[in-house]
């Protein structure tokens, strides 16, 4: 089945960004999915048989940070792979094109039980915020 998968990088449709969200998070999702997308440097997506089945998406937050964002794989495909899928392709397209300079950082912010697997990828846990909720995470290219 993930041999049928197909990766689309920088073209995902703004009513499969919210639908997929809605699907993951069980609720619906309103804000302006139009601008959010829009905001984005890179997106990658899957598809299955049409359907966009999981996805992610790069912000540049400042000069200094990349923020790597809505890592998303909708439930009935989790723990198969996709994921790790998805973030080795935005990570790569980061390293290569995003990430040129030493002061260059690739964020993500992550829940505690999602640590372990940003980890795999080589991001590392930064010290909490007080304003912030989750776990801050950074790659840094050398």
Do not use: W
């Not at 439930?75 to 198969?80: A, G, I, L």
């Not at 829940?111 to 909490?128: A, I, R, T, V």
């Amino acid at each position: 089945m993930l041999s049928s998968i197909k990766f689309i990088e920088n073209s995902l449709p703004v009513s499969d960004f919210i639908k997929l969200k809605e699907e993951a998070f069980g609720r619906p999702f309103r804000m302006n999915a139009g601008l959010e997308l829009k905001s984005s440097i890179y997106t990658i997506h899957a598809e299955l048989n049409g359907k966009v089945v999981a996805m992610a998406r790069i912000i540049e937050a400042n000069s200094f940070f990349f923020h790597l964002t809505d890592i998303i794989v909708c439930p009935e495909m989790r723990n198969q792979g996709i994921g790790k899928m998805i973030m080795d392709r935005a990570i790569i397209h980061a390293k290569e094109n995003l990430l040129t300079g030493s002061e260059k950082n690739l964020v993500l912010f992550s829940p505690k039980s999602k640590e372990s697997f940003y980890m795999k990828f080589g991001f590392k846990s930064c010290p909490e915020s007080s304003i912030d909720s989750g776990i801050k995470m950074y790659f840094k290219e050398k």
